[in-house]
């Protein structure tokens, strides 16, 4: 494989000073997945919890084998949409390789056909995302 010579200075003023600021980026979008990670406000995760379910994450976890690798691929979906009532549009879409994927959330398309329900659009994006991706 043919060798890159990089022309960057890392002691450079200009090299610093995009580097901090690309850490404070980085640092802002852990936080907000960690925000979205949990799924909804403090309440409403301690009455699901209260009712004996599953947390949507603990979910999937469960269903993995330890070590097994999940590439989440919107958690940020719906970002700064519908006044952020919707962490990660309400879906966990991910996968686990070529051969497997994990859709889980609302199960979207089987809700509005079968009860007529309304659904997010970044909703369909996602399982359509999904389902390209496996």
């Keep these: 494989m043919k060798k890159f010579d990089s022309k960057l200075n890392p002691r450079d003023a200009q090299f610093q000073s995009n580097a901090q600021a690309m850490r404070l980026l980085v640092g802002d979008l852990r936080e907000q997945l960690a925000r979205v990670a949990l799924g909804g406000g403090e309440t409403s995760r301690a009455r699901h919890v209260a009712r004996g379910k599953l947390l949507p994450r603990d979910r999937v976890q469960m269903l993995l ?12 979906a719906a970002h700064d949409m519908y006044s952020n009532d919707a962490p990660g549009s309400g879906l966990i879409t991910g996968t686990l390789g070529k051969d497997c994927s994990i859709d889980l959330g609302r199960d979207a398309a089987r809700i509005c056909i079968l009860n007529g329900l309304s659904v997010l659009q970044r909703d369909l994006n996602d399982l359509t995302r999904i389902s390209r991706v496996v």
């Design 65 to 76: 084998d330890p070590g097994s690798p999940f590439l989440e691929l919107s958690p940020m």
